[in-house]
């Protein structure tokens, strides 16, 4: 089977994002073509292209003549992130109760409870930040998918960024990991009972909660 070979623009693209995540890039920060060639290793034409993407991304500002402004983390990119995945995801959890198989809803309760015991076992002082975000990502991005609309995927794709953005070199404990499991467990079981109405409510707790851990970052 013949491999597509990934763009320069795209790899230009996912090595910026990579340096931000990981804040080799500082956010808020102001950046030449030339720093991002440097981070990225690619040329200017796909560094420029990508740039196009990030901006429409709403993760840069790209100013003529006094370089690329990176987006900061504020009060206000917290809330309105949070409002936003409200917005998706409460009628996503409703439409989630409808339609996950019992299969896929035992699994993620299996995956959530085998991550729990995890979490009780580990150091106390320990960061699980990277485990949790991959257990976030398995449960809300499904949920998410049973809206079955491109609009609101091609939208939760840029909230996941701004999620990670957010959440930049902020350690997440164990202790706090078990308090998000547990919303998610609550959620899960709602859909599992097939009711709508708990699962949305259990959601909106779970992103209020979340917004509130946030903002305490």
């Known amino acids: 089977m013949k491999h597509e070979t990934p763009l320069l623009s795209d790899i ?41 993407l990030l901006e429409a991304d709403g993760i840069v500002t790209v100013h003529p003549r006094s370089g690329i402004e990176v987006i900061g983390r504020s009060t206000d990119l917290v809330r309105q992130t949070f409002q936003f995945r409200g917005i998706l995801e409460r009628p996503a959890a409703r439409a989630f109760a409808q339609s996950a198989t019992e299969a896929t809803l035992r699994g993620m309760l299996a995956q959530h409870e085998a991550a729990a015991e995890r979490f ?19 449960f809300h991005a499904p949920i998410v998918a049973a809206l079955g609309n491109e609009l609101v995927d091609a939208s939760y794709r840029r909230l996941q960024l701004m999620a990670r953005i957010i959440k930049v070199k902020a350690a997440v404990y164990p202790k706090a990991a078990l308090v998000s499991l547990a919303e998610h467990r609550a ?16 959601m909106a707790r779970h992103l209020t909660n979340a917004l509130t851990r946030n903002l305490g970052v």
């Open 12 to 52: 230009a693209y996912q090595r910026i994002l990579e340096a931000l995540f990981d804040a080799r890039l500082p956010m808020g920060a102001r950046l030449t073509q030339g720093e991002l060639i440097s981070v990225t290793g690619v040329p200017v034409g796909p560094v420029r292209d990508a740039l196009k």
């Open 120 to 138: 009780a076992a580990a150091d106390p002082n320990a960061d699980v930040a990277g485990e949790l975000s991959v257990l976030e990502d398995s």
């Open 187 to 202: 959620v899960i079981l709602a859909c599992l009972s097939r009711d709508e109405t708990a699962a949305e409510a259990a």
